[in-house]
Every structure is written in structure tokens, then in C-alpha cells.
């Protein structure tokens, strides 16, 4: 089981559960578990999966073009520079380092085109391309590329940051929301086999948990700076 | 509405299309309101299309004028993001023509066709002309500025002093912007914090619901 149904599990657990706790109607509670466990599979983990591997590949791409421009400048060889910077960015990117191990060193960055997939690292080869063709100083070359690429992680690690704090914020509130709506129950417990047969009330509770729903799957697209994108709907990707 | 159908047609979209779901979605609210009606027989909750269709008509016409600012805003960000490309090859040691030649296959199709023109009408033209058509083109002045000390380096054929000078222009321009983005970028994550607060009143709500209820079922004798 991998961690997106685990946090899905926990969240269809917690909502279904709220809403058992506060209606006392075991239909509106298993159904509200279902709905959340369907609504956070398809659309709120495809969100983060996508998000992580983009942040991941980010954060490589850095700290390979980093290290890869400095190891050039001191040993002038693309081979050897290649196998500096790819040791320890990931095992991902290192088995598809030994895969391709049999490429010339500018075969093998080129081939990291398709791994990486952003213009900044498009940019970086077409760079290394004047450097191999023309020569010169390689890190006079690629000074503003680099100075691009440092600001680029920097901004992303502050908002990161800041957005860690707002999930937490976020994650508080809606507790907090949920006790009350959970303690109703308990607090009119004298008045709750009124409250049980009120479809209004039903209506209201199942409004709420609804809410809170809706709520967390578009935290989690603005979170991830990426669209919801509806299962099954074929995407051109250009 | 002319400014409605202004920025439907701005943004590529149908206009009859936007319609038709402006009233679906107003057609469910009077049905969500005269089922509340028929189920629990008080004319008050004809309250809720009325209400609902006030706060929907204005969430939903608003939000072509803010599609508009937001795909001017990454217009922008674009526009930041090609130049600091053209910077780094003009650093390479390109001249202005092949460096913004060679930043068209990063530009998206838009961007792209304007930078296309824009080296096409270099070619011809000679003047600042094409640079501050393409300079207009963009709602910051500050990027006018930008393609002004692009002209003066072409027009002066790469002196230090003009390269100098857009460095400072186009570098205060990009911190500008990337400030705005990692702003706007925590802001939006911020407002979500408004979700929990409605949950805290859709509570109270229910609260009230419960109360009303129960002082109902006590009237009635329970």
C-alpha cells in the first residue's frame, strides 16, 4: 500500500467518521467516507505525486548543474564532470546515469534533457553547446544561468517554507471546526433523538463535511501551483 | 455586459457556452430552493436562489477580469523568465539579433509570435519602432524601459556602457517580478485559510439548526 491511500485511508477514516460521530447515521457516515476516499484518490493525490516529482527533479536539476559547471572548470573533461555531478542526486537519475553510461559525456547531458523537461536546463545545454563549440571559461559562461538557478531554488525553498506553516494553519482550523461540529452531538446529547430524524440537520452536517472536502482538494492545488486535472480526460501535453 | 463579452472574447472563450452555465448553475439554485420549500414547507428558504444567485452572478462574472490580469501577470513573468535567457547569451557572446533569435524556442506561442514579429520587423525596420511595439505589447512600462535599452545596445552595437544599462533596467525589473510571484504564490495559499472559517460558520449554522429543532420539537409537545 502506498502512501497516497494511506493518506487517503486516513482522511476518508477521519471525515467518514466525523460525520458517523455527528449524525449518528451510519448511511451519511460511510457514505461521506466513501466520497472522500474517491475525491482525494483521483483528484487531491494525483496533484501531490505530480508536485513532488517536479519539486524532486527541481532541486536535482541544481545541484547537477552546480556541480557539473564547477567540476568542468577544474577538470575540462564532460565525462568526468557528468559522473561527479550525478553521484548522489538520487537513485533515480543515477541508475539512468549507469544506463546510459556507454554515451559520450555530452550525449549523456543531452540525454538528461528529457529527465529534467525545463527550459533552465535547456537553457544550461544550450550553454555547454557554445563552450564545447567555442571554448572559454566555462563558469564565466554560465555565471548568469547559475546566479538564475540559485534564485530560482531560493524563492521555491521560501515558499515552501511559508506554505509548511499555512498547511499546519490550515490542518488547525479545520480540526478545530470538526470538534466543534462532533461535540454538538455530545452537548445536546439529552436533545440528540430530536436532532437524528431532522433532515435539516442531516443537510446542514453532510453541507459541512462537503465543504471541508471541496476545501482540501483545492488547498492542495494552490499548494502545488497545478490545475485539477479530471480523471480519465486525455490531456494534449505539448 | 459589453465588458463581459469584451473579456469572454479576450480570453478565447464561447460566449453562449459561458451563458448556458451561468444559468445551469442559477437553475439549480431555485431548484435547491423550492425543494427546501416543498420539503420543509417555509416560503423563507426561496431565500436561498435569491441570495445564492447574487453572491454566484458576481463570483462568476468576476472572475474573466481576474483571468485576465492573472495571464497578464505570467505574460510578464514569461517575458522575465526569456530575457534573463537573452542576457545569459548576450554574456556568451551573442549579438542582440541571435540571442533574441535564440529565445524564441523557449517562449510559449504566444510570446513566441511576438518576438517572431519582432525580429522580423528588425529586419526591415531599423528604428525603435519595433522595439516599442513590442514593448506595448505588455501592460508594465518598466518592460518598455527594458526593450528602450535593448534598442540602445543594437543602436550603439554592443557598448559596455548600454549593456551596463540594461543589465540595471532588466534586473530591477526581474527581482520586481519574482518578488510579485513568491508573493502572490504564498498569498494564494494563505486565503485558504478563509475554507476553515466558513466550516467554523456552516457549524453555527448547524448549531442554530439544532436549536431551532429542538425548541420546535419542545413547542410541539415533543
Same mark, same amino acid.
Given at each position: 500500500?502506498?502512501? $497516497?491511500?494511506?493518506?487517503?485511508?486516513?482522511?476518508?477514516?477521519?471525515?467518514? +467518521?466525523?460525520?458517523?460521530?455527528?449524525?449518528?447515521?451510519?448511511?451519511?457516515?460511510?457514505?461521506?467516507?466513501?466520497?472522500?476516499?474517491?475525491?482525494?484518490?483521483?483528484?487531491?493525490?494525483?496533484?501531490?505525486?505530480?508536485?513532488?516529482?517536479?519539486?524532486?527533479?527541481?532541486?536535482?536539476?541544481?545541484?547537477?548543474?552546480?556541480?557539473?559547471?564547477?567540476?568542468?572548470?577544474?577538470?575540462?573533461?564532460?565525462?568526468?564532470?557528468?559522473?561527479?555531478?550525478?553521484?548522489?542526486? +538520487?537513485?533515480?537519475? !543515477?541508475?539512468?546515469?549507469? $544506463?546510459? $553510461?556507454?554515451?559520450?559525456?555530452? !550525449?549523456?547531458?543531452?540525454?538528461?534533457?528529457?529527465?529534467?523537461?525545463?527550459?533552465?536546463?535547456?537553457?544550461?545545454?544550450?550553454?555547454?553547446?557554445?563552450?564545447?563549440?567555442? +571554448?572559454?571559461?566555462?563558469?564565466?559562461?554560465? $555565471?548568469?544561468?547559475?546566479?538564475?538557478?540559485?534564485?530560482?531554488?531560493?524563492?521555491?525553498?521560501?515558499?515552501?517554507?511559508?506554505?509548511?506553516?499555512?498547511?499546519?494553519?490550515?490542518?488547525?482550523?479545520?480540526?478545530?471546526?470538526?470538534?466543534?461540529?462532533?461535540?454538538?452531538?455530545?452537548?445536546?446529547?439529552?436533545?440528540?433523538?430530536?436532532? !437524528?430524524?431532522?433532515?435539516?440537520?442531516?443537510?446542514?452536517?453532510?453541507?459541512?463535511?462537503?465543504?471541508?472536502?471541496?476545501?482540501?482538494?483545492?488547498?492542495?492545488?494552490?499548494?502545488?501551483?497545478?490545475?485539477?486535472?479530471?480523471?480519465?480526460?486525455?490531456?494534449?501535453?505539448? | 455586459?459589453?465588458?463581459?463579452?469584451?473579456?469572454?472574447?479576450?480570453?478565447?472563450?464561447?460566449?453562449?457556452?459561458?451563458?448556458?452555465?451561468?444559468?445551469?448553475?442559477?437553475?439549480?439554485?431555485?431548484?435547491?430552493?423550492?425543494?427546501?420549500?416543498?420539503?420543509?414547507?417555509?416560503?423563507?428558504?426561496?431565500?436561498?436562489?435569491?441570495?445564492?444567485? /447574487?453572491?454566484?452572478?458576481?463570483?462568476?462574472?468576476?472572475?474573466?477580469?481576474?483571468?485576465?490580469?492573472?495571464?497578464?501577470?505570467?505574460?510578464?513573468?514569461? #517575458? &522575465?523568465?526569456?530575457?534573463?535567457?537573452?542576457?545569459?547569451?548576450?554574456?556568451?557572446?551573442?549579438?542582440?539579433?541571435?540571442?533574441?533569435?535564440?529565445?524564441?524556442? #523557449?517562449?510559449?506561442?504566444? /510570446?513566441?509570435?511576438?518576438?517572431?514579429?519582432?525580429?522580423?520587423?528588425?529586419?526591415?525596420?531599423?528604428?525603435?519602432?519595433?522595439?516599442?511595439?513590442?514593448?506595448?505589447?505588455?501592460?508594465?512600462?518598466?518592460?518598455?524601459? &527594458?526593450?528602450?535599452?535593448?534598442?540602445?545596445?543594437?543602436?550603439?552595437?554592443?557598448?559596455?556602457?548600454?549593456?551596463?544599462?540594461?543589465?540595471?533596467?532588466?534586473?530591477?525589473?526581474?527581482?520586481?517580478?519574482?518578488?510579485?510571484?513568491?508573493?502572490?504564490?504564498?498569498?494564494?495559499?494563505?486565503?485558504?485559510?478563509?475554507?476553515?472559517?466558513?466550516?467554523?460558520?456552516?457549524?453555527? /449554522? /448547524?448549531?442554530?439548526?439544532?436549536?431551532?429543532?429542538?425548541?420546535?420539537? &419542545?413547542?410541539?409537545?415533543?
Amino acid at each position: 500500500m502506498n502512501s $497516497s491511500w494511506i493518506i487517503s485511508l486516513i482522511l476518508a477514516l477521519v471525515g467518514g +467518521g466525523a460525520c458517523y460521530l455527528a449524525t449518528g447515521n451510519i448511511i451519511a457516515g460511510v457514505a461521506t467516507g466513501v466520497v472522500y476516499l474517491a475525491a482525494i484518490m483521483l483528484f487531491g493525490m494525483p496533484l501531490l505525486s505530480k508536485w513532488y516529482v517536479i519539486h524532486r527533479k527541481r532541486h536535482e536539476c541544481f545541484r547537477f548543474v552546480n556541480s557539473f559547471v564547477v567540476s568542468l572548470s577544474v577538470t575540462s573533461s564532460l565525462d568526468l564532470s557528468f559522473d561527479t555531478a550525478i553521484a548522489g542526486l +538520487g537513485k533515480e537519475i !543515477e541508475s539512468l546515469g549507469r $544506463s546510459i $553510461s556507454e554515451l559520450t559525456g555530452l !550525449e549523456k547531458v543531452r540525454y538528461l534533457e528529457s529527465y529534467f523537461d525545463t527550459t533552465i536546463y535547456r537553457m544550461f545545454l544550450s550553454t555547454l553547446e557554445i563552450y564545447v563549440t567555442e +571554448g572559454g571559461d566555462i563558469i564565466a559562461l554560465s $555565471s548568469e544561468l547559475l546566479a538564475e538557478l540559485t534564485r530560482i531554488e531560493e524563492s521555491e525553498n521560501d515558499i515552501a517554507s511559508s506554505n509548511r506553516t499555512n498547511l499546519i494553519q490550515f490542518c488547525l482550523l479545520w480540526a478545530m471546526a470538526l470538534v466543534v461540529v462532533v461535540f454538538l452531538r455530545f452537548g445536546l446529547s439529552n436533545f440528540f433523538s430530536v436532532l !437524528e430524524t431532522s433532515i435539516m440537520y442531516l443537510v446542514c452536517v453532510l453541507a459541512f463535511f462537503a465543504l471541508m472536502l471541496f476545501s482540501i482538494v483545492i488547498y492542495l492545488s494552490t499548494y502545488t501551483g497545478l490545475a485539477i486535472e479530471f480523471p480519465f480526460s486525455r490531456k494534449k501535453h505539448v | 455586459m459589453a465588458t463581459i463579452r469584451k473579456n469572454i472574447a479576450i480570453l478565447g472563450l464561447n460566449f453562449q457556452k459561458e451563458l448556458i452555465f451561468y444559468f445551469f448553475g442559477i437553475l439549480l439554485l431555485v431548484g435547491a430552493g423550492v425543494g427546501l420549500w416543498l420539503v420543509q414547507g417555509q416560503i423563507i428558504f426561496m431565500l436561498v436562489p435569491v441570495l445564492g444567485s /447574487i453572491v454566484y452572478s458576481y463570483a462568476y462574472f468576476s472572475r474573466y477580469g481576474k483571468r485576465i490580469m492573472r495571464l497578464r501577470r505570467e505574460e510578464e513573468e514569461e #517575458f &522575465v523568465r526569456l530575457f534573463t535567457y537573452f542576457q545569459v547569451y548576450l554574456n556568451d557572446g551573442y549579438n542582440i539579433y541571435n540571442a533574441l533569435s535564440s529565445i524564441v524556442p #523557449f517562449a510559449s506561442s504566444t /510570446i513566441g509570435a511576438k518576438l517572431e514579429k519582432l525580429i522580423a520587423d528588425i529586419d526591415t525596420d531599423k528604428t525603435i519602432r519595433p522595439f516599442i511595439e513590442f514593448g506595448n505589447s505588455f501592460e508594465d512600462i518598466q518592460i518598455r524601459q &527594458v526593450m528602450l535599452s535593448i534598442f540602445q545596445m543594437v543602436d550603439q552595437g554592443n557598448n559596455k556602457a548600454y549593456m551596463d544599462q540594461f543589465k540595471h533596467v532588466f534586473g530591477r525589473l526581474s527581482d520586481q517580478k519574482h518578488e510579485l510571484h513568491k508573493q502572490k504564490r504564498i498569498e494564494r495559499v494563505q486565503s485558504m485559510a478563509t475554507f476553515p472559517l466558513v466550516g467554523s460558520g456552516v457549524s453555527m /449554522i /448547524i448549531l442554530l439548526a439544532a436549536l431551532a429543532d429542538i425548541i420546535g420539537g &419542545v413547542m410541539n409537545g415533543f
